[in-house]
C-alpha cells in the first residue's frame, strides 16, 4: 500500500501568519502528548495587513495542524479516530475581529513503521545520520489509516485508502505527497 503526507499546499503564499499562544506547546502536540487549555476555543492571533489576499484553506500548518470543520467531518466520516480537537478562533491582532473558526487536531498516534531497507540515510552535518528518504514498512502500521511518523513526527501520514476518499472531496489547500516523493536535502 501506498502512503502519503497529509498536509497543507506548500509554500501557502497567501496563508495567514499566525501567532501560536504559549498554551499551545509545539513539541508536546507533535507528540500527541493531550493540551490542557484554560478555555476554549483558543485564540490564535493573525497579523494581517489590510491589503493582503488571505485564503483560508481546508489545513493550515503554523506547526501543528489546524483543520477546517469541513476537514474535521471528512475525517470523522472516513474512519479516523485517533485525533483529539480542539476548537481555534483565529482574530485579527489589531482588531481582535474573528476572521476564522478552526480546529487544532492532535493525532494521538506515533508510529514507529520505517521500512529501513527501502529508505535512504546520509550522515548529516554533525556526523549523525538523516532520513534522506523513507517508505512506510505496512506491516508495522497497525493498520491505522492516520498516524505521524515515528522518525520525522512533524510529518503526519495517511494510507492510499484515505488519501483516495479525501481526494474525491473539494479541498482547498490540500497536499498529498507520496512518501516516496519525500527529499530531504543536507
Same mark, same amino acid.
Given at each position: 500500500?501506498?502512503?502519503?503526507?497529509?498536509?497543507?499546499?506548500?509554500?501557502?503564499?497567501?496563508?495567514?501568519?499566525?501567532?501560536?499562544?504559549?498554551?499551545?506547546?509545539?513539541?508536546?502536540?507533535?507528540?500527541?502528548?493531550?493540551?490542557?487549555?484554560?478555555?476554549?476555543?483558543?485564540?490564535?492571533?493573525?497579523?494581517?495587513?489590510?491589503?493582503?489576499?488571505?485564503?483560508?484553506?481546508?489545513?493550515?500548518?503554523?506547526?501543528?495542524?489546524?483543520?477546517?470543520?469541513?476537514?474535521?467531518?471528512?475525517l470523522d466520516e472516513?474512519?479516523?479516530?485517533?485525533?483529539?480537537?480542539?476548537?481555534?478562533? *483565529?482574530?485579527?491582532?489589531q482588531t481582535k475581529?474573528?476572521?476564522?473558526?478552526?480546529?487544532?487536531?492532535?493525532?494521538?498516534?506515533?508510529?514507529?513503521? *520505517?521500512?529501513l531497507d527501502k529508505?535512504?540515510?546520509?550522515?548529516?552535518?554533525?556526523?549523525?545520520?538523516?532520513?534522506?528518504?523513507?517508505?512506510?514498512?505496512?506491516?508495522?502500521?497497525?493498520?491505522?489509516?492516520?498516524?505521524?511518523?515515528?522518525?520525522?513526527?512533524?510529518?503526519?501520514?495517511?494510507?492510499?485508502?484515505?488519501?483516495?476518499?479525501?481526494?474525491?472531496?473539494?479541498?482547498?489547500?490540500?497536499?498529498?505527497?507520496?512518501?516516496?516523493?519525500?527529499?530531504?536535502?543536507?
Amino acid at each position: 500500500m501506498q502512503y502519503y503526507i497529509f498536509d497543507e499546499v506548500s509554500p501557502n503564499k497567501d496563508a495567514p501568519f499566525l501567532d501560536l499562544p504559549a498554551e499551545i506547546d509545539l513539541i508536546e502536540s507533535i507528540m500527541g502528548k493531550k493540551p490542557m487549555f484554560d478555555e476554549l476555543p483558543i485564540e490564535i492571533e493573525a497579523d494581517i495587513d489590510e491589503d493582503e489576499k488571505i485564503v483560508y484553506t481546508d489545513i493550515l500548518n503554523p506547526g501543528v495542524p489546524l483543520f477546517s470543520d469541513k476537514m474535521k467531518l471528512a475525517l470523522d466520516e472516513h474512519g479516523v479516530t485517533n485525533i483529539d480537537y480542539y476548537p481555534v478562533n *483565529i482574530i485579527d491582532l489589531q482588531t481582535k475581529e474573528l476572521l476564522a473558526q478552526y480546529y487544532l487536531g492532535v493525532v494521538q498516534d506515533i508510529i514507529s513503521c *520505517i521500512d529501513l531497507d527501502k529508505s535512504e540515510f546520509k550522515e548529516g552535518a554533525v556526523g549523525r545520520m538523516v532520513i534522506t528518504r523513507f517508505s512506510i514498512d505496512e506491516s508495522k502500521t497497525l493498520g491505522l489509516n492516520l498516524f505521524r511518523f515515528h522518525n520525522i513526527p512533524g510529518l503526519i501520514i495517511i494510507n492510499e485508502d484515505l488519501k483516495n476518499k479525501l481526494s474525491k472531496l473539494d479541498f482547498k489547500g490540500v497536499s498529498f505527497k507520496a512518501t516516496k516523493e519525500y527529499n530531504r536535502k543536507i
